[in-house]
């Protein structure tokens, strides 16, 4: 992934404290109803929740519902944070794919008469206060929707690089944009009306099982609009190399629900999906960068995912 020319965003809220973003260094209160938590969280919470033993239907569908608001705050540190765009290589990585996705959603909304009114990014270490209640590192990334901004404790991408067995490099780093991307095509739901119609579908559905199939094609959705991302900023900015888009679909891979269920306690509840198994998220972003349009993106109107 080529990723040096990328304008760097402003929108970028560094909180990592002090020896962060700006100069160099840098480096639970889980809410129902919280944010829309990302695929971090599937990562982090899914593998560790099942090794300790803790329900991840309460780690990861819980927290997934989409909305605002938490059952209780927990104590917070005052925000040393800077507005702009970091210096630190993290940091201006971070700032130079959401300064892509900027310019490719606008695009893609001017091309419908629509303007793209961008989200936060905030970064952060350890734990952060923000609209959608008390976050901490080990939730992984995540949009929430009551304040528009994206949280991401960069520690985070170490994760992937750990965890993902082959993800080296510059492949590693386009698999870092995908989590960006993602969360990012949570705030295009947003902006389209998709959040609020989804929250208020889950509220009337009346089960749990009822309320992860909508999660489902939520996050189905949002990573088909990370393909729409990778497929017009690759005609923009040609900034793709080999084995980038086979390093994205080998994350997908590794955080579908399936897999993640497997691999932590040996069968499969499909019931218990709150983001897609492996095959359908690699199908759904797959999907978005081939066709590289909003409307190949409705997950909610397939009849089969």
């Known amino acids: 992934m080529r990723w040096d020319d990328f304008r760097r965003s402003d929108n ?14 840098g480096g639970s209160g889980i809410q129902f109803g919280g944010g829309g938590l990302g695929i971090g969280t599937v990562i982090v919470l899914g593998l560790i929740g099942w090794a300790t033993g803790i329900d991840p239907r309460i780690l990861i569908g819980g927290a997934e519902l989409i909305g605002g608001g938490s059952h209780y705050q927990q104590p917070y540190r005052p925000a040393n944070r800077r507005t702009g765009t970091p210096t630190d290589a993290m940091g201006q990585f971070v700032a130079a794919v959401l300064g892509n996705t900027e310019d490719t959603w606008n695009d893609i909304f001017r091309s419908s008469g629509q303007q793209y009114r961008p989200p936060r990014l905030r970064l952060f270490s350890g734990s952060e206060q923000g609209g959608c ?22 520690s985070f991408f170490r994760e992937i690089e750990t965890r993902f067995h082959g993800c080296t490099g510059n492949a590693c780093k386009f698999s870092q944009a995908y989590v960006i991307a993602h969360e990012v095509g949570h705030h295009v739901q947003n902006l389209l009306g998709t959040l609020p119609k989804a929250q208020a579908a889950q509220r009337a559905a009346g089960n749990k099982t009822a309320a992860n199939r909508i999660q489902v094609r939520v996050e189905l959705q949002a990573d088909c609009y990370a393909g729409v991302w990778a497929n017009h900023s ?3 900015k040609q900034f793709l190399d080999p084995g980038d888009i086979d390093a994205a679909l080998q994350a997908a891979s590794a955080i579908g629900d399936d897999t993640l269920q497997k691999r932590a ?7 218990a999906f709150t983001h897609g198994s492996a095959e359908q998220r690699k199908r759904w972003f797959t999907t978005g960068f081939t066709q590289g349009k909003l409307s190949a993106c409705d997950t909610f109107a397939a009849a089969q995912l």
Not at 133 to 151: L, S
Not at 265 to 271: A, E, L, M, N, Y
């Open 234 to 236: 690759e005609q923009r």
């Open 265 to 271: 306690q040996g069968r499969i509840v499909p019931d």
């Open 133 to 154: 209640g008390f976050a901490q590192a080990a939730m992984g990334p995540f949009y929430c929707p009551t304040d528009r901004r994206i949280y991401l404790d960069t």
């Open 12 to 25: 970028v809220e560094d909180d990592r404290g002090a020896g962060g973003g700006f100069g160099g260094g």
